[in-house]
């Protein structure tokens, strides 16, 4: 078990570049999650999945952010137009099942300069 | 914030001693989870304490949830370098795995 897995570890955009990080959460979990992670404001929730559906993304900037998870294997959180308060460390997370222990990857710090 | 008074705060200790950090939250949850995050990787639970369960441990860890205030700890005993780390708590108010996570503790363990 190789946990969830996070590609890149590490990216730099230009501003007004897209950015699209990727995860592949643990086999068999069927919740995938995304948290943005900054000094300032801490551990954010973005959105999440549960089979492959998306339930909940009201912590998802509204306009330059989505996410997909077209497989049970894979999620992708897309940035469009980078701009340099995006800069944060992404994390991805995925469960099991509904209060039962959330598993993290070691995050995606994307920069944007 | 959903989180009290709670910002990010540092501790410093010596080896061998014991530690104490506390959190209080305002939103229901019937679950506290206990995190750590080393330096580049993401956070690992280390301990979920439920609300039926007043105090819960492993190994030197030890949580305490108090839901009449709405308020959790973890405690370390004879923390050891290794433990050096930051430990954030987070809350699951929809029972779904979203987690709304406090500001998080800097714990310094010193030879």
């Known amino acids: 078990n190789a946990g969830v897995i996070q590609t890149p570890r590490h990216k730099v955009t230009g501003k007004g570049q897209e950015a699209t990080l990727w995860c592949e959460p643990i086999?068999?979990?069927?919740?995938v999650f995304w948290y943005r992670q900054t000094i300032v404001q801490g551990l954010e929730f973005l959105t999440y999945f549960r089979n492959q559906a998306p339930i909940d993304d009201s912590g998802m900037p509204k306009e330059r952010f989505s996410a997909q998870m077209p497989n049970q294997s894979h999620s992708t959180l897309k940035i469009q137009s980078t701009q340099p308060q995006d800069s944060a460390v992404y994390l991805c997370?995925?469960?099991?099942?509904?209060?039962?222990?959330?598993?993290f990857g070691k995050g995606t710090r994307l920069t944007v300069v | 914030s959903q989180w009290g008074e709670e910002n990010l705060q540092a501790l410093s200790i010596q080896e061998g001693e014991d530690v104490t950090m506390n959190c209080s939250y305002k939103?229901?949850?019937?679950?506290v989870h206990w995190y750590r995050q080393d330096s580049g990787r993401g956070p690992a639970l280390i301990i979920l304490i439920r609300s039926n369960e007043r105090e819960k441990r492993s190994g030197r860890l030890r949580a305490t949830l108090d839901t009449s205030s709405q308020s959790s700890s973890l405690s370390i005993t004879a923390a050891q370098c290794e433990d050096t780390a930051v430990y954030f708590c987070a809350t699951d108010a929809t029972n779904t795995g979203k987690l709304t996570f406090g500001d998080g503790t800097v714990l310094t363990v010193k030879p």
């Open positions: 939103t229901y949850t019937t679950v």
């Open positions: 997370a995925s469960s099991k099942r509904a209060n039962t222990e959330v598993f």
């Open positions: 086999s068999g979990h069927s919740a």
